[in-house]
């Protein structure tokens, strides 16, 4: 199966910060030595809550029929994009945003429109009148999310949820230190971050091919990798993994529907 590619600007957008993620996998009991390191170097989230600060992420993503954007991943092809909706905080209270993340070698570029709180859920069209505030640079990412979803007949997929973690950098806010845990996800057809059915948990030991039961560390800046985050990978002998979390629910929800992978995770059912 070849991954769709429609035509898209994998430059830097109009609302689109290029920045780098390093993504690591560490045991939950690993985290606050983590977090006492970055501590000196980092302040609490403004948008998160608690000690440590925290808050919900849920996640539409949306994909083609034959599931052609995770593929792209799946093969790890250089450039390639998400299409998702995203909300940052409890439902209902939250605002919703329509999110592009495009993935440009070793960089990522996130252009996203935000919907007002209640805008988004079931009964949502992409032709419903949800811009009359919005900001000339949010319309443009809006038609772009609206023409790649109707040339690629991309459809809601897969809803994730976790609870993340999250630290801003004293030097700069592109600077960012996050832990995503508790892991789910739920299959779902549905244009709303409500799940249809029960979440499953996706933060096994099993679903990410590791002897621990792992938490999400990821670095992101937007320059080069400042020096205390190169001493902190190093501290911990971190090694980085390309970690997808819509493309672990996928494999999960594909191997419980009975299929099969090989020893790369290779679904051996494609053809």
């Known amino acids: 199966m070849k991954p769709f590619a429609p035509e898209i600007s994998y430059h830097r957008g109009h609302n689109g910060t290029a920045r780098h993620e390093l993504k690591y996998l560490v045991p939950a009991d690993w985290v606050d030595d983590i977090r006492c390191f970055a501590q000196p170097f980092c302040r609490a989230d403004g948008e998160a809550a608690g000690d440590p600060p ?64 209640g805008v988004f859920g079931v009964g949502f069209s992409l032709d419903s009148p949800v811009l009359e505030r919005a900001s000339e640079r949010d319309r443009d990412t809006y038609w772009e999310f609206v023409r790649l979803v109707r040339e690629m007949d991309a459809r809601p997929k897969m809803l994730i949820r976790y609870i993340r973690e999250s630290w ?85 929800e594909s191997l419980f529907e009975g299929n099969r992978f090989s020893d790369a995770s290779e679904n051996t059912n494609y053809g």
């Open 54 to 117: 925290e808050y919900r992420i849920t996640t539409l993503q949306l994909d083609t029929l034959d599931h052609s954007l995770h593929s792209a991943k799946e093969r790890e092809f250089l450039n390639r994009f998400k299409l998702r909706v995203r909300s940052y905080g409890e439902m209902g209270s939250a605002p919703a945003f329509l999110e592009i993340k495009r993935k440009l070698e070793d960089r990522v570029v996130k252009s996203r429109c935000r919907l007002e709180p």
């Open 168 to 252: 801003v950098g004293h030097r700069s806010s592109s600077q960012r230190i996050t832990f995503d845990r508790a892991l789910e996800y739920a299959v779902t057809d549905r244009w709303s971050l409500e799940a249809p059915v029960v979440w499953r948990r996706m933060d096994s030991a099993f679903a990410f091919n590791v002897s621990f039961a792992p938490v999400i560390l990821e670095l992101k800046c937007s320059g080069s990798l400042p020096d205390w985050m190169q001493q902190l990978v190093r501290f911990f002998s971190l090694s980085r993994r390309g970690i997808c979390k819509y493309s672990t629910a996928v494999r999960l």
